[in-house]
């Protein structure tokens, strides 16, 4: 560890005093405690886990006939290039309109379409959405559409071609 090097000094009374010359320090224990501390925290951290959506589909091999949703409660979102989306109420795609990704955009859009549906006396949870993306979408309006349906507790969604 420590080691202080003395050697004895006779003063003119004949006193025998130890004189300090230098201190030298051992670090090898340090060094060791160093390493010991690094792969402690190595094998302690965690890694950091890849953050994924999740994103459930229908299984192909399900036979029965889904339940088919009215007309009146659902809507299609058609994602284009350029930040755009069109929609449309029910099966009428002749009376699409346009909207964009701000709040005051498709969050109003996807709002008022569950204010009519509890004005009808229907349940909010019976909303269905179809999301289409076009060629000219990308990945970050996909996750957009996506999160406004999560703001919004919007449970029945599809991504559908």
Do not use: C, W
Not at 31 to 36: H, I, K, S, T
Not at 140 to 159: C, F, Q
């Amino acid at each position: 560890m420590a080691e202080m090097q003395q050697s004895e000094v006779r003063n003119k009374k004949g006193v025998t005093r130890g004189k300090k010359l230098s201190t030298r320090v051992d670090l090898t224990p340090m060094v060791d405690l160093g390493f010991l501390l690094i792969t402690f925290f190595i094998f302690t951290t965690t890694m950091s886990r890849p953050t994924a959506m999740r994103f459930i589909t229908p299984d192909d091999r399900d036979t029965t006939n889904p339940s088919l949703a009215p007309e009146s409660k659902t809507i299609s979102l058609l994602l284009e290039d350029n930040n755009i989306i069109k929609y449309y109420h029910g099966i009428q795609a002749n009376s699409m309109q346009e909207t964009s990704y701000e709040k005051d955009g498709l969050r109003k859009v996807l709002l008022d379409k569950l204010q009519a549906i509890r004005e009808a006396r229907g349940s909010a949870k019976d909303m269905v959405v179809l999301i289409k993306p076009g060629s000219g979408a990308t990945y970050k309006n996909i996750v957009d559409v996506l999160d406004e349906m999560l703001i919004n507790g919007i449970s029945k969604y599809a991504v559908v071609e």
